[in-house]
């Protein structure tokens, strides 16, 4: 029976990049139809499955995030989300989390976790938003789990913010960032310009809800 590249990988329980590794690597045969399209014969795949040895385990990774250091509650509340979604689906998983603004490329967590991503190790990747990888480009990060057969959970998915909640948040982000290069991350005066902002967002959001309401 010859079937596509998805339901092969499907049936043999890999990502569709890994058959087109052991494509590469020579370790199985493809025939190609008029169009273009691989074809797999699934009897003699799955004999040549069973003679590999057992694939490890791929880990679910749970990412969690907050901008600063005086967000630490925040950060434990959306590590203790993650903890109870991801045993509540039964699944494997560790926490990876991140201290540092969503504009900042570098955090250990995230460049861990692309690592780890692009290693093939991660068969699932879940987080509370999509902001919570970036502020801007974590579509990036999304692309690179495509690639390599990585399902992505967003937990809060259909809690869309507002475009004015999602500016202040940028704005939030951007102004986090300059005033701690400022003051240093942990001064009083970057936790009062912040204690400001943060209130003068909330007031925004609130009033926009209101509005709308």
């Known amino acids: 029976m010859k079937v596509s590249i998805g339901r092969a990988a499907k049936e043999l329980g890999v990502a569709p990049e890994?058959?087109?590794r052991w494509e590469a690597e020579g370790k199985i045969q493809v025939e190609r139809t008029p169009g273009g399209h691989r074809r797999y014969d699934l009897a003699s795949l799955r004999g040549w499955a069973r003679k590999e040895p057992e694939p490890k385990e791929r880990v679910t990774l749970a990412y969690a995030r907050v901008s600063s250091h005086d967000q630490k509650g925040d950060l434990e509340r959306q590590v203790e989300l993650l903890e109870t979604?991801?045993?509540?689906?039964g699944w494997r998983f560790e926490v990876v989390r991140d201290l540092g603004s969503g504009l900042n490329y570098n955090k250990r967590g995230l460049r861990e976790l692309?690592?780890?991503i692009c290693s093939g190790e991660v068969g699932r990747l879940v987080v509370t938003h999509k902001d919570c990888l970036l502020r801007f480009g974590s579509e990036l990060v999304f692309s690179?789990?495509?690639h390599f057969g990585t399902e992505v959970v967003i937990i809060n998915a259909s809690e869309e913010?507002?475009?004015?909640?999602?500016?202040?948040?940028?704005?939030l982000e951007?102004?986090?960032?300059?005033s701690a290069r400022l003051y240093g991350s942990r001064s009083r005066k970057n936790r009062d310009i912040l204690k400001t902002l943060k209130e003068a967002a909330d007031a925004i959001c609130l009033e926009n809800a209101s509005g709308s309401g």
């Not at 979604?85 to 689906?89: Q, Y």
């Not at 913010?161 to 704005?171: G, H, N, R």
């Open 85 to 89: 979604f991801c045993a509540a689906n």
């Open 18 to 20: 890994t058959l087109r």
């Open 161 to 171: 913010a507002t475009f004015e909640e999602e500016l202040v948040q940028d704005v």
């Open 114 to 116: 692309i690592r780890r």
């Open 144 to 146: 690179l789990c495509e």
């Open 174 to 178: 951007i102004i986090t960032v300059f």
